[in-house]
């Protein structure tokens, strides 16, 4: 197995044989929420997010043996498909499993009978419609009587609809009489044959309304059209046999005092009368307002639940010709989600909600109309309204779609140890049972990132991924191989380098800061998380700036909050603000001490800047590591007064010093705080709690008594992200079936290249035995330790490994350790008679001590199986700040077959390390001589258990 494993491992490492790469098969659950049957429910694949390694030019879709029609989208423009569609009939509160089959190729490409039709025409010079995808004019110009049905017109086999190319750019609606596809033959005005036929028609004079659900401007007393703007586009963005999607694109909208760049999107699925819209701004809203809602037909009836849903039933005729073309009798409907509520409104033409989404940057909603004269819809307006509160119900309980891990796959990892999301829409705290220290989050559209201190060890600031904020994988690393400066000689830096950092998203970028304690405020960007990220830049220089976080401004300044570390700069407890260059590498200015916490905010650090209905927010953990609390300043000027509050605190709960970490946002409107907690040798592990604004400040976790500081949740519900995604934790176990270091590990130091061969071929990793320092005096001094972080508080941990050590002297050194401030493990060491294997435990390695032989055995055998068995039981160290540490006991094992372990020498009580937690891993050591090669440390696995 682990050579086929390598085999195809040397495939996805070499670009000439992708071309073997003939298709990719994955599983999903397409899952129905809701009380009753749905029928062709809309199931959507991010083919992005699937990592396939090359186009999908081609999809099969398998229902066990029956084949479902889908087709591949590009929503982008670049010619690569983004998305998979298909509609599936779902059971009642059930679930079906589908075979995916992604092809590299069009060979495989199927023709579906289409369900549903799109197309926009224009005039050419001799008077011919000619059909077009888009179209882009400058504002000031009008094509509206170029294009024949004056716009985009797109239909499913029930309804259709039209979007006026205008200052208006109302939606308008063509009902029908039978079921089935017309605009192409009819293109919305059909003659008077296909109209006895059985052909439907225009029914509704939309005039100067909203029509149907158009999104329009809002000046306080009446809706207002799209104007003045700089260009204006549309476009049909896709169709194929079971969706089309139509868009409409403003730039530079001058509105409510901003120009916007706004993007309405409207999505109709085979089998659906009722089309989704979506509203794309080109940044964040602010207090905008806009509306949307129904036409106020003369003489109709009118409904609403005033909770989103509007809606009327009326009748009136798009021409005067009432002897030719009787007037007809529609219903017209719009749902807005609670979320983006503001009012409902009248105005003469509409019935409205008001609507905006302060702090993000799109809007969604629904529109659905029927027209009497079909015979298969509502023929009264009691029938019409009772169908639209079953279809609001329908869409707050949409079909998910769930992607089966497939095995192998780093991002599918899960856990045996620690999973914090526990299948049935719930999670428990900690969500990473590991030392992320300081962790800092950012929200970029549906993916949210995060990073966290790494100190001495590289690569540096791992990046952790998640769609959810409850299931995170290691993506990859800001910092891949060595932090500035870079020595010769690679020393630990033991509880240096790396502090506090800050990931944040502006602009199509990403950036991260930090503070090196020794050196200043360093700086990376990129434009994917996965990277690469560019060179370090000291944005600003000075010994001691730590706990960096940026913040662009609205007026385009950009500023820096940091603190200080007191070890160094003989100053702490204090916040300080500079402002930066517009491209943020560089301080343009000195800093500014903004807030002083030494009476009532002791230590106060690690600030996270934000700003929020014009103030600005400074998030900031007091009162220390283990012992501390979460407060938070605001102003409404960037350098002060500010304010503070307390938001959250340990209260009776058991989780210490709850602070420091990351405000962010979903994108249906939720906020959640991730923050650390220190349990001593398992370092800072990270919780999630939720977060709610209340009067202007943030409430952290379970707010029990009111007074506005919550106390840390065990479990909740876990964030609305508006889908289901499937589990995936941190990676541990590893193969190293791979060609590179796997996300999950970290040596000691600046990496040097001659440590390591990740010889995925053979299915191993070869340690490379390195001379310790002239100086050394344990494993503390050693750079080439190659550790993880501890995953859960009960785990073991097992490595199968073989060494190789030189014949030409004595004295090189492998094993499995669990390294901190004090250390043990099982050594193999050639002493030049025998391979001998020892159970080591130092204490005080931070100062120099030397190792202790608990217990020693020679091997024949250089092929062996060491474990160590980590236990917590809730016990904690009395002597340990504020009396929080955990008691953490490790016992080690040791198998000359893998199947039968002896117990081998004492039980070891873990400890951190600087700023970090115990961790657990390999190394390959030599003495300090000069020689021209070495031996070697074979690992053929790392499990978890």
């Known amino acids: 197995m682990k050579k086929i494993l390598a085999s195809l491992l040397v495939a996805a490492a070499c670009p000439s044989l992708w071309a073997q790469e003939t298709e990719r098969t994955i599983t999903v659950e397409v899952e129905n929420h809701w009380k009753k049957k749905q029928t062709d429910a809309p199931a959507v694949i991010n083919l992005n997010e699937l990592g396939l390694g090359f186009q999908a030019k081609a999809a099969i879709v398998r229902d066990g043996s029956r084949e479902i029609p889908s087709q591949l989208d590009d929503l ?17 509160n059930g679930k079906k499993k589908l075979q995916i089959t992604l092809y590299p190729d069009d060979k495989n490409r199927q023709a579906y009978p289409p369900r549903v039709f799109a197309e926009m025409l224009v005039s050419d010079r001799k008077g011919r419609h000619v059909p077009i995808r888009s179209l882009t004019i400058p504002g000031t110009s009008n094509v509206y009587n170029q294009l024949h049905h004056h716009g985009p017109a797109f239909e499913s086999e029930l309804v259709a609809y039209r979007i006026y190319f205008d200052r208006k750019q109302t939606v308008d609606i063509y009902g029908k009489f039978n079921k089935g596809l017309e605009i192409e033959a009819g293109q919305f005005y059909p003659t008077d044959e296909q109209l006895a036929r059985g052909f439907g028609d225009d029914v509704l004079r939309v005039s100067g309304s909203c029509g149907l659900g158009t999104l329009k401007g809002w000046d306080g007393t009446k809706a207002t059209h799209i104007e003045p703007v700089a260009e204006q586009t549309e476009r049909i963005l896709a ?215 790494s100190f001495n060890c590289l690569p540096g600031l791992q990046i952790l991924h998640s769609k959810d904020l409850v299931n995170w994988s290691i993506i990859g690393a800001a910092i891949p191989s060595a932090i500035p400066p870079i ?64 913040l662009w401004d609205d007026d385009g300044k950009v500023y820096l909050v940091h603190g200080y570390a007191g070890s160094r700069a003989q100053l702490k407890s204090v916040l300080a603000v500079c402002e930066l260059t517009p491209d943020a590498a560089k301080a343009a200015a000195p800093s500014r001490i903004i807030f002083d916490g030494h009476e ?69 409107g939720q906020d959640w705080f991730l923050h650390f907690q220190d349990v001593g040798a398992y370092g800072r592990v990270v919780h999630l709690q939720p977060m709610k604004w209340i009067n202007g400040w943030p409430v952290i976790g379970n707010d029990k008594d009111g007074d506005g500081c919550g106390e840390p949740v065990q479990t909740y519900k876990k964030p609305d992200t508006g889908k289901t995604y499937p589990i995936r934790t941190p990676q541990e176990s590893d193969e190293f079936d791979g060609f590179t270091l796997s996300p999950q590990w970290q040596w000691h130091a600046n990496i040097n290249e001659k440590w390591a061969f990740f010889d995925g071929g053979k299915g191993n990793l070869r340690l490379y035995s390195y001379p310790v320092p002239e100086t050394y005096k344990n494993l503390w001094d050693a750079a080439n330790l190659m550790l993880q972080k501890t995953p859960a508080a009960n785990f073991t941990a097992t490595i199968k490994l073989t060494f190789k ?96 372990f002896i117990p081998f020498g004492k039980p070891f009580q873990a400890k951190e390390g600087k700023w970090i937690g115990a961790k657990i891993g390999t190394f390959c050591t030599r003495p300090a001589i000069t020689t021209n090669d070495g031996g070697w440390a074979e690992v053929d696995w790392f499990r978890v258990h």
């Not at 062996?864 to 955990?886: C, P, T």
């Open 239 to 453: 169709y194929g046999p079971v969706r089309t999607i139509v868009e409409v694109e403003v730039n530079g909208w001058e509105y409510q005092g901003a120009s916007l760049d706004m993007t309405n999107r409207y999505t109709l699925y085979a089998g659906h009368r009722d089309a989704t819209v979506e509203t794309f701004f080109g940044k964040p809203l602010k207090d905008e307002v806009f509306c949307t809602g129904v036409q106020d037909i003369k003489g109709s009836v009118a409904f609403s639940d005033h909770n989103g849903l509007i809606a009327c039933w009326g009748t009136d005729w798009p021409v005067n010709d009432t002897v030719k073309y009787a007037k007809e009798t529609v219903g017209l409907a719009t749902f807005i989600p609670q979320k983006y509520v503001r009012a409902e409104v009248k105005d003469k033409a509409n019935h409205l909600y008001t609507i905006g989404a302060k702090d993000d940057d799109r809007i969604r909603y629904h529109i659905t109309f029927t027209s009497m004269k079909e015979t298969f819809g509502y023929k009264t307006a009691g029938e019409w309204f009772a169908h639209l509160s079953e279809w609001k119900d329908e869409l707050e309980h949409p079909a998910t779609v769930t992607i089966e891990p497939a095995a192998g796959e780093p991002e599918n990892y899960v856990s045996s140890v620690w999973v914090a999301d526990q299948g049935n829409g719930t999670y428990k705290n900690p969500i990473l049972y590991a030392d992320y220290s300081d962790p800092d989050a950012c929200r970029a559209g549906d993916d949210y990132y995060m990073t966290s201190s």
């Open 487 to 550: 020595e010769k000689t690679e020393r630990p830096q033991h509880g240096n380098r790396v502090w506090a950092p800050c990931i944040r998203h502006h602009n199509g970028e990403f950036y991260i800061f930090w503070g090196d304690p020794d050196q200043g405020a360093f700086m990376v960007k990129a434009k994917d998380p996965k990277g690469p990220w560019t060179t370090p830049v000291l944005v600003k220089p000075g010994k001691g700036i730590i706990d960096t976080s940026p």
């Open 805 to 900: 050590p030189t014949r030409k002297y004595a004295g090189e050194r492998t094993g499995l350790i669990v390294m901190g401030m004090d250390y043990a493990g099982l050594i193999l060491e050639n002493t030049g008679q025998d391979l001998v294997l020892s159970q080591v435990i130092c204490h005080k390695a931070d100062q120099g001590a030397a190792e202790q032989i608990n217990a020693f055995t020679a091997l024949k055998d250089s092929t062996v199986y060491l474990k160590v068995q980590f236990s917590a039981d809730g016990r904690k160290i009395a002597g340990s700040e504020g009396g929080h540490d955990l008691l953490v006991i490790c016992r080690f094992s040791y198998s000359l077959d893998g199947k039968t």
């Open 600 to 668: 009532s905010h002791q230590t106060i650090e690690g600030p996270k800047f934000y700003k929020r209905d014009g103030y600005y927010y400074i998030f900031a953990p007091a009162g220390g590591v283990p012992t501390g609390w979460q407060t938070v300043l605001r102003s409404r000027n960037v350098y002060g007064p500010y304010e503070t509050k307390d938001v959250l605190r340990q209260g009776k709960t058991a989780v210490n010093g709850p602070h420091q970490g990351a405000w962010v946002n979903t994108t249906t």
């Open 76 to 92: 982008n423009g670049d010619r690569k498909a983004d998305e998979l569609a298909f509609v599936i009939d779902l059971p009642a």
